[in-house]
């Protein structure tokens, strides 16, 4: 990242956290300025994973400032990511793909597409919904968030409930009773069938640990999250000013700034794949169109998570810019 950027109107936190990201960056090799100087055209196909380990590289735009994928042809590859993403037999990239999918905003075929995550074999995903579609206030989605309160999965019946609670809808009330009052007696409610059931889940320590780790790791990456085995990934991780650098990238979002967008595309190299996915979303904020030529090689990121990050962006800079 450029040395000399600052943040004018951030708080004494986000300089540090800024700070951090730039600390981290500096023990990144540097570009060559032949490489740099040398703009390359992006195919209408994926793009060429990475060798693990590095970072991808950033395409830069023609010399005409035009994007060299259309509109048309970037929303469409932008979706075939995210279907396949939703299409994957790993449970924690379904579950990323439905995170990423709740940042392209209250779109039909967003919300429908998360929906389609409440009736996942797995309960992993089946919660990313749940919470994804509360984070939107996707009031549509209510009567199906009400279902959920029935799910087989403590952890899926609670995030429901705080949902609706979000929403107005006070249908998970007894659920949050019963954590609260141990072993006393409280009515079932409008839970229909199953808080009976599961009365020793909801007050054994280890299911209310891992129900405050998942909310933990929530508010440890922003609304949207990236989800506990994301959290995990961080903890192994060696560079430990990756978490500074995500969370700024993530603040960065709403500064409309030469500077600040500049730093974000440079943050797209970075050597954490949490800290370009991060910065890919910020930039569907309030991207122009010429980033989606940015962000087009990212659809064939060496991580998945980056690439349904991207296209999600893509995704939300098309359909703003088309309105």
């Given at each position: 990242?450029?040395?000399?950027?600052?943040?004018?109107?951030?708080?004494?936190?986000?300089?540090?956290?800024?700070?951090c990201?730039?600390?981290?960056?500096?023990?990144?090799?540097?570009?060559?300025?032949?490489?740099?100087?040398?703009?390359?055209?992006?195919?209408?196909?994926?793009?060429?994973?990475?060798?693990?380990?590095?970072?991808?590289?950033?395409?830069?735009?023609?010399?005409?400032?035009?994007?060299?994928?259309?509109?048309?042809?970037?929303?469409?590859?932008?979706?075939?990511?995210?279907?396949?993403?939703?299409?994957?037999?790993?449970?924690?990239?379904?579950?990323?793909?439905?995170?990423?999918?709740?940042?392209i905003?209250?779109?039909?075929?967003?919300?429908?597409?998360i929906?389609?995550?409440?009736?996942?074999?797995?309960?992993?995903?089946?919660?990313?919904?749940?919470?994804?579609?509360?984070?939107?206030?996707?009031?549509?989605?209510?009567?199906?968030?009400?279902?959920?309160?029935?799910?087989?999965?403590?952890?899926?019946?609670?995030a429901?409930?705080?949902?609706?609670?979000?929403?107005?809808?006070?249908?998970?009330?007894?659920?949050?009773?019963?954590?609260?009052?141990?072993?006393?007696?409280?009515?079932?409610?409008?839970v229909?069938?199953?808080?009976?059931?599961?009365?020793?889940?909801?007050?054994?320590?280890?299911?209310?640990a891992?129900l405050?780790?998942?909310?933990?790791?929530?508010?440890?990456?922003?609304p949207a999250?990236?989800?506990?085995?994301?959290?995990?990934?961080?903890?192994?991780?060696?560079?430990?000013?990756a978490?500074?650098?995500?969370?700024?990238?993530?603040?960065?979002?709403?500064?409309?700034?030469?500077?600040?967008?500049e730093?974000?595309?440079?943050?797209?190299?970075?050597?954490?794949?949490?800290?370009?996915?991060a910065?890919?979303?910020?930039?569907?904020?309030?991207?122009?169109?010429?980033?989606?030529?940015?962000?087009?090689?990212?659809?064939?990121d060496?991580?998945?998570?980056?690439?349904?990050?991207a296209?999600?962006?893509?995704?939300?800079?098309?359909?703003?810019?088309?309105?």
């Amino acid at each position: 990242m450029r040395t000399g950027f600052r943040l004018a109107t951030g708080t004494g936190m986000l300089v540090l956290l800024v700070f951090c990201g730039w600390a981290g960056a500096q023990q990144q090799p540097e570009a060559s300025p032949s490489a740099a100087a040398q703009p390359k055209a992006v195919s209408a196909g994926p793009a060429v994973p990475a060798k693990a380990g590095s970072a991808p590289s950033v395409v830069a735009a023609t010399s005409s400032g035009a994007p060299v994928f259309s509109p048309s042809a970037a929303n469409r590859k932008a979706w075939e990511r995210l279907t396949d993403g939703l299409a994957e037999k790993n449970y924690d990239r379904r579950a990323q793909t439905i995170l990423a999918l709740g940042t392209i905003g209250l779109r039909g075929d967003a919300v429908s597409r998360i929906e389609g995550g409440l009736n996942d074999k797995d309960a992993a995903v089946r919660q990313a919904a749940v919470e994804v579609l509360g984070t939107m206030q996707s009031r549509g989605s209510i009567p199906k968030l009400q279902s959920a309160l029935d799910d087989h999965s403590v952890l899926v019946r609670f995030a429901a409930a705080r949902a609706l609670w979000t929403m107005g809808d006070r249908s998970g009330q007894d659920l949050f009773l019963e954590v609260l009052e141990g072993d006393h007696k409280v009515s079932t409610g409008l839970v229909s069938g199953g808080l009976h059931t599961v009365h020793e889940d909801l007050h054994d320590p280890k299911v209310l640990a891992e129900l405050g780790s998942e909310q933990a790791a929530g508010a440890f990456l922003g609304p949207a999250g990236f989800g506990v085995t994301a959290a995990i990934d961080l903890a192994k991780d060696k560079d430990k000013a990756a978490p500074a650098r995500a969370i700024s990238a993530r603040l960065l979002a709403d500064d409309t700034s030469d500077d600040a967008r500049e730093v974000l595309r440079e943050a797209l190299q970075d050597k954490s794949w949490i800290v370009r996915a991060a910065a890919a979303e910020a930039l569907g904020v309030h991207g122009s169109l010429n980033d989606i030529e940015t962000l087009a090689p990212l659809l064939g990121d060496q991580e998945k998570k980056v690439r349904y990050r991207a296209a999600a962006a893509m995704i939300r800079v098309i359909s703003h810019r088309a309105s």
